[in-house]
C-alpha cells in the first residue's frame, strides 16, 4: 500500500502495518481519517493512533492547501498552542489520491451541539473558556516575518477592506438579492477600524474546532483558513451569534460568559479588549459566515456536490441577516411583525 | 425572494434520501410508512413553491409596481450605495423593510431561531 510505503519512508521506518482506517467526524471541507499503524523502527517506532487530513472532493478556493496547513500546525505546536503534533505532509496525489498530511491523533469531542449543551460540564466552562483565551493569546504572539510561513498573503491583501470586496463580488454572482448583507457591508465600510499590526489568525476558532476530553482542552482544531490578520478577528469569531449552538445566551463559544475567556486573552497577551473594535468584527464575522453559508450552498447547487447538509447551510445565511440587525438596529425589532 | 435552494427544492431532495437510502434500510413493516412520509414531503413540496414572500412594503418604498425580483435588487443596489442614508422616511421605512424581510425568512426555514432571539 502507497501509504504505509510513504509512512516508512517519512519516519525512517522499516517497515509500517496499518491495522486500522476508519473515517473521522470533521469539516465540511476536509476529510479526516483515524489512522491506526505499527512502525518497525525509525523515529515512530511501536504503535500509533494518527490522523490523516486531506481535501474533500469539492473545496471552496478560500481554504489552504494541506502542505500549507501542516507549516501553520508545526509553527502553531513549536508555539505551545496545543494542537495536534504535525508529523508528515505530501503533496503527491499518487499515494492517497489527494494532497495530505500526517498529525498524531488525540482524545476528545467536538462535536459542538453535544458540548454545548452538555450541563455537566458546566462547572468547567468557565476555565475552559479562559483557557480558550489564552490558546488564542499564544496563536496571535505568531507575527510577520516569518519565513516558514511566506506563502500566507499579507493582511493588507486579507483585511477587512478587502473582504468587502470579497463580499460583494460574490453577492453581484449570487443569483438572490441580500440587502441585509448589503445594508451590513455598507456599516462595515463606514466603520471601518484603524489598522492593527498583524498576527497569526486562526480565522476559524470556535466551539466545534477545538477537542474537549473530560473538560479539558486537547486540541485546538481545523487550521485550514488561517493567515496574518487582526486578532479581534479571532476574538469576534469565536464570540459570534452563529457559533453559539444550544446556547445563544453565552456569548463565548456558547459555553460561558465573555469575561473569562477574555480574563485568558488578556493575561496572556497584556493586551485589553475593545469591546467597540469586537463589535466591528462581530458584524463582519456575520456577513462572512453568512456569505460561506451560501458558497457552501452553491457546492451542492452548482458544484458537483449534492448534499443535503450542504443545501441546508445556505438556509443558515438568514440567521446570520437577523444577527447582522440585531447588532445595528436593536431598537427595529419591535417592528417585525 | 427566497433563498436557493428554494423550499420545494429542499423537499425534493429530502425525500429522495427518505425514500431510497433510509427506507431500504427500515424493517420491512415500516417501510410503508416511510413512503408515506416521503408522499406528505412530496405534497408540501407543491405547495410551498406557490408561496409569496411579503413584498408590499418594497413596493409602496419605491411607488412602483416593477416586478418583486427587480425591486428587491434595486433595493440591494440602494443599500450598497447608502442612498438612503440619512433621508426620512426613507431610511426608517428601509430598516422596517428589512426587518421583515428577515423574519419572513426565518418563519420559513428556521422559526426555532426566531423564537430563541425573542421573535416570532
Known sequence: ?337 | MRDLPSAAALLALGREVLAHELAPLLPEERRPDALLIARCMAIAEHEMATEEAPLRELRSLYGSDEEPEELLRRFARDLRIGAFEDREPAEPAARALLWRLTVARLRRSNPQFLAANGLR
Not at chain 1, 502507497?2 to 496499518?18: D, K, P, Q, W
Not at chain 1, 494532497?99 to 468557565?126: C, E, H, K, Q, Y
Open chain 1, 1 to 337: 500500500m502507497a501509504l504505509s510505503h510513504f509512512l516508512a519512508a517519512a519516519s525512517g521506518a522499516r517497515a509500517v502495518e496499518i491495522s486500522g482506517l476508519e473515517p473521522l467526524h470533521g469539516g465540511a471541507l476536509q476529510e479526516n481519517w483515524g489512522l491506526d499503524a505499527r512502525f518497525s523502527g525509525g523515529e515512530l517506532g511501536g504503535d500509533q493512533r494518527l490522523v490523516l487530513r486531506t481535501d474533500a472532493a469539492t473545496g471552496i478556493t478560500a481554504s489552504l492547501t494541506r502542505s500549507q496547513e501542516f507549516a501553520i500546525l508545526k509553527a502553531a505546536f513549536a508555539t505551545g498552542v496545543t494542537v495536534p503534533e504535525p508529523l508528515f505532509a505530501s503533496a503527491d496525489s499518487t499515494i492517497w489520491g489527494r494532497p495530505f498530511l500526517i498529525m498524531r491523533r488525540v482524545d476528545g469531542i467536538a462535536a459542538a451541539d453535544r458540548i454545548t449543551s452538555d450541563a455537566a460540564l458546566d462547572p468547567a466552562f468557565p476555565a475552559i473558556a479562559h483557557r480558550l483565551g489564552c490558546e488564542l493569546a499564544r496563536i496571535h504572539a505568531i507575527r510577520p516575518p516569518r519565513p516558514d510561513l511566506a506563502f500566507l498573503p499579507p493582511a493588507t491583501e486579507t483585511g477587512p477592506e478587502r473582504q468587502i470586496v470579497g463580499f460583494r463580488a460574490y453577492l453581484d454572482r449570487h443569483p438572490v438579492p441580500r440587502p441585509v448583507l448589503e445594508w451590513g457591508i455598507r456599516w462595515l465600510e463606514t466603520h471601518l477600524p484603524s489598522p492593527a499590526g498583524p498576527v497569526l489568525c486562526h480565522h476559524d476558532f470556535r466551539t466545534g474546532n477545538y477537542l474537549l476530553d473530560g473538560g479539558v482542552v486537547t486540541a485546538i482544531l481545523d487550521w485550514e483558513f488561517a493567515g496574518w490578520g487582526d486578532s479581534d478577528e479571532d476574538i469576534a469569531w469565536f464570540c459570534c451569534k452563529s457559533w453559539r449552538f444550544a446556547r445563544l445566551d453565552r456569548e463565548a463559544g456558547g459555553i460561558a460568559d465573555r469575561a473569562p475567556f477574555y480574563r485568558g486573552y488578556e493575561s496572556t497577551t497584556g493586551r485589553r479588549i475593545d469591546p467597540q473594535r469586537v463589535h466591528f468584527w462581530e458584524v463582519l464575522a456575520s456577513v462572512r459566515w453568512a456569505v460561506i453559508a451560501l458558497q457552501q450552498c452553491d457546492r451542492h447547487m452548482t458544484a458537483g456536490a449534492p448534499d443535503l447538509d450542504l443545501a441546508l447551510t445556505g438556509r443558515r445565511a438568514g440567521e446570520c441577516e437577523l444577527e447582522i440587525l440585531m447588532l445595528l438596529d436593536r431598537a427595529g425589532s419591535c417592528c417585525d411583525a
